[in-house]
């Protein structure tokens, strides 16, 4: 069985590249046009959490995640980015699903 998908990749922070769109140009209507929206995490994003430090970038990605929920699409996060749901409020009540590494 092959799986496809179109991915369209949100930048935020410092990205030279790499990137479709720009977190700041993000709006519900464009989230509704997807079928999931995943963060990823990563050690930046870890330290900015754990140390409480809130930003811009991470406030756009929290009315992201918000938008989506709205929008009763999926959401993943992998490594710490399960910060941003949190942070938008919408993981009380929610199935959550860890996947073990092999």
């Known amino acids: 069985m092959k799986l496809s998908a179109e991915v369209t990749v949100i930048g935020a922070g410092d990205l030279p590249s ?17 079928d999931a929206v995943i963060f990823t995490g990563g050690s930046g994003l870890y330290r900015r959490a754990k ?20 929008s009763d699409r ?22 959550c699903y860890h996947i073990p590494r092999p």
């Open 51 to 70: 140390s409480g430090r809130v930003d811009r970038d991470l406030e756009m990605a929290a009315d992201t995640a918000e938008s989506a929920s709205r």
């Open 74 to 95: 999926i959401i993943g996060a992998i490594c710490a980015a399960p910060a941003i749901p949190a942070m938008a409020g919408i993981m009380r009540g929610s199935e």
């Open 18 to 34: 790499g990137y479709d769109i720009r977190i700041e140009d993000v709006k519900p209507s464009y989230i509704r046009g997807h």
